[in-house]
């Protein structure tokens, strides 16, 4: 039986079989006994998306009194709930993410700690996930931001969009109405300054 620690695009974390592309963390928020989440779905403002393997290292997942390992389909999904690349296994990444956050935002280049406190008022309602409404054309949005209408998550790419899945992206009509962002702005702002996120290989068939 999967563990609840799949990532969607709207940052709920939920129990399904499709692992994806990318791990990362937003602290502990799991028991290593019962290998089940805690109430809490964060403990620190450093939600990072990291590599499924690095440098040989292994971790028996929500195994121990540690970060808690969650998934995602890809780095479009993950830069979507809210999170940002790790500075530790995928640095190259996290250094070009930051030189266009801070393009983009028009801003100095932002130690780690200063873009998740942007990232962690702009990615929240309360506890639950910020979403901004969106009447503009979406043929305008950039490469990897991804947006909902009628509750179901989508994705910009080349001009066009792809319908969200566990198991990937598929073509879909566009929607007409009741879109709002689920990437977070200053997210969305290094996406146009020219940060290209990893999309899963299915998205290369849905364009």
């Known amino acids: 039986m999967p563990l609840q620690n799949r990532v969607l695009p709207t940052g709920e974390i939920v129990a399904i079989p499709e692992r994806g592309l990318f791990t990362g963390n937003r602290g502990i928020i799991h028991d290593p006994a ?13 939600w990072i998306i990291c590599l499924c393997e690095y440098k040989g290292m292994h971790r028996e997942v929500m195994a121990r009194r540690s970060w808690t390992e ?82 179901v998550p989508y994705s910009a790419a080349g001009g066009g969009i792809m319908r969200w899945s566990a198991g990937g992206y598929r073509p879909n009509i566009v929607p ?18 020219g940060y290209r996120p990893v999309f899963h290989a299915s998205a290369a068939r849905s364009r």
């Open 176 to 193: 007409k109405a009741g879109i709002e962002i689920l990437t977070p702005p200053s997210t969305m702002r290094a996406l146009s300054a």
């Open 70 to 151: 969650l998934f995602f389909l890809d780095e479009v999904t993950a830069l979507a709930a809210g999170h940002r690349p790790c500075f530790y296994c995928r640095r190259g990444d996290a250094l070009r993410f930051r030189s266009a956050w801070a393009k983009g935002n028009g801003a100095d280049v932002p130690s780690a700690p200063e873009m998740d406190t942007v990232l962690h008022a702009e990615r929240l309602d309360g506890k639950a996930k910020r979403a901004y409404p969106f009447d503009g054309d979406i043929a305008s949005l950039p490469d990897g931001t991804m947006f909902a209408a009628a509750g």
């Open 34 to 46: 019962t290998k089940t989440l805690l109430r809490r779905r964060w403990t620190s403002k450093a």
